[in-house]
């Protein structure tokens, strides 16, 4: 049974970077699909960035497009979620996700029922 952890969050200032990575249990479960996502505190889970298993390609949400990066080390098998000018908004529990249906395949995914590994969340705080 593969499990997700994530680390890195904590404390920022607004204008700030965090770099939080996800380590699959597995190595090379990074090669599957993965995504991030979050939920504040009140609100529902919602999508943030999205890499396919095969070639690394990524697709975001438009609230984090342009300030936020997603990227695999597949040597380590680890997942990152670059964020980069971090505003008060995206303070959240952000979550490590991976589907594990088709190893390396050439899908993304950015709905939460896609995914069927989940790791326990990490608290990323912006103070203004």
């Known amino acids: 049974q593969v499990q997700l952890v994530e680390s890195g969050g904590g404390l920022v200032q607004a204008g700030g970077s965090l770099i939080p990575p996800c380590a699959p249990s597995?190595?090379?479960?990074?090669?599957?699909?993965m995504g991030w996502f979050r939920q504040a505190p009140g609100k529902e889970r919602e999508f943030v960035a999205a890499i396919r298993g095969n070639d690394g390609n990524t697709y975001y949400s438009a609230s984090v497009r342009g300030r936020f990066t997603i990227s695999k080390d597949i040597a380590k098998g680890m997942v990152y979620l670059q964020m980069n000018r971090l505003e008060p908004e995206d303070s959240a529990v952000y979550y490590c996700?991976?589907?594990?249906?088709?190893?390396?395949?050439?899908?993304?995914?950015?709905?939460?029922?896609?995914?069927?590994?989940w790791g326990q969340g990490t608290q990323v705080t912006v103070s203004s």
């Open positions: 597995v190595r090379t479960f990074s090669r599957y699909a």
């Open positions: 996700a991976g589907n594990s249906g088709v190893y390396g395949g050439p899908y993304i995914y950015a709905r939460d029922r896609e995914y069927d590994k």
